[in-house]
Structure formats: structure tokens, C-alpha cells
């Protein structure tokens, strides 16, 4: 007799590790997440919003002093926090904030690759250590990222494993000046996309936040260096970018941190492999 294929389909989907840690309960203990460059900017806002969802927040940061005033301030808040000072395009510093988050709050549920730098430069003027510098922060980072969490959330047999990686627009389109930066959004954006495939059956899913213009100190860069190499007035680039916004304002960290709290949560357990725009209607996909 012909097997039953809903029977038979059933049975692939138990033997699913994904399906089966969905189908336990969330652990009893507290959920720990990790941000790295968490000591400042749209990474603070992020670590924020997650201690108030009521997660144990490891910060990472390279800025020690950033780190210290940042750990403070959650503290006096009453947050469950750590800190690590590292440098994410360094693999085994990646490992050792893994350990970290372990031996501090005894495991990790969610891992927030946000750390990243920005670059404008014309191409003409783009040399091998512009290319080094950028990519190991913004792509090497991310991948020591995500190997670090995905070793450590396979030994954990309850609840889904979170990584959620900062991609951009810029992961969407490129845009003048910024060629290198928009390079290295999209090579996230694939990296997110591969790891999604990737680590499904371990029980992790993989997704990405995309923000546009924000009122950080980023953008201040941006804004500057987009000054000096066309000659532009300063603010008028941010300005110019700033317009393209349909809702008509720049974006705030606790945008950001709204739609990365939703991809920490089980809310988001049935999403993965996605690069969610933030950015108020600019880019549309």
C-alpha cells in the first residue's frame, strides 16, 4: 500500500530540528541577547529597547570608554547588562564575546551584528587599505558574527536562535560616494540570505534591519565628506538624502530598535532570510 504523504510530510517535519525546538517553550530562564557595537548610536537604542523587552543585554563595543558610560547608565536603570570590549572584524573576539554572554547570563539567544563603519570616497579613489579596513569590519564582522552565535545556539535545545545583522538602503541600491559602503551592505544582505538556508535546520533564523537617513553621528560623517569631495554646503547633502523620506522626518534609533525587538522576539519565529527596510518610504522592494 502507498505510504499516506500527508502522514509522510509530517513525519519530515518532526524530524525538522527547527520544528522541534519551536514546539518547546521558551526557556525559563531569562533571554540573553548580544549587540555589538552596542556602546552608542542606533546599537545603543537597540540594546535599549532590548533590555526593556526584558532580555540580558552584552554589549560590545571597541570604544572602551563609550562601553563603560553605557554599562553604567543600564545599570542605574536596573537592566541585566555586561559588556566586552572588542573588535568584530577579529574572529576570536567574536568567540570570546560569545563565552562572554555565557559565563555571564549562562546562554544566548539572540545575536545583533550591528557594528559597522561607513566610507565616501569616489571609486577613483578607493585603495587596498580602504577596501581591507571596511570589508573586515562591515563583512568579516558580520560572518565571525554569526559562526560564533550559530556554534553556540546548536548546543542549546530550547527556543528559537535569533541573528539579526545591520544590513542598509544601501544593501537595496547604491548611491554616489558611497560605492564601497553599498558593497559591502549587499555582500550582508547575502551573507543573511545564505545563513538563513544555512542554519534552518538547526533551529536559528537569520534576518536583517535596513535603516536609511538617521540623526547620528554617522550620518554626520556622511554629510561632511560628501561636502569636501562635491563641494556641497554643510547639511545640504543630508538634507538632500533627508527628502527623499515619504513620512517626512529622518529616522530616530527607536525606529531601528522597533522592527529589530520584533525579529528578537517569537513573534518573528516563522521569518527568516529577510532584509527588512526601516527607512520611512525611501526605498522600495
Known sequence: MPSNPTQDQAGTRSAHRAVQRA??????????AVITGGAAGLGKGIATRLAA???AVVLSDIDADKLAATRKAFEAAGHAVETFQGDVSKREDQQALVAKAVEAFGRLDVFVNNAGIEQVKPLDEVGPDDLDRIFRINVHGVLYGMQAAAAQMR???????????ACSIAGHE???????????????????????????????????????????????RIDAAMS????????EAFEKFAAGILLGRTQEPEDVANLVSFLASPDSDYITGQAIITDGGMVFR
Not at 569636501?228 to 547639511?235: C, E, M
Open 53 to 55: 523587552d526584558g532580555l
Open 228 to 235: 569636501h569631495y562635491l563641494g556641497t554646503a554643510p547639511g
Open 174 to 220: 547604491s548611491y554616489e560616494m558611497l560605492g564601497i559602503y553599498c558593497a559591502t551592505k549587499h555582500v550582508v544582505r547575502s551573507l543573511t540570505q545564505t545563513a538563513a538556508k544555512e542554519y534552518a535546520r538547526d533551529g536559528i533564523t537569520v534576518n536583517a534591519y535596513c535603516p536609511g537617513v538617521a540623526g547620528t553621528s554617522m550620518w554626520d
Open 155 to 165: 548546543k542549546q535545545d530550547d527556543g528559537i536562535g535569533k541573528i539579526i545583522n
Open 23 to 32: 514546539a518547546r517553550a521558551q526557556p525559563d530562564t531569562q533571554r540573553v
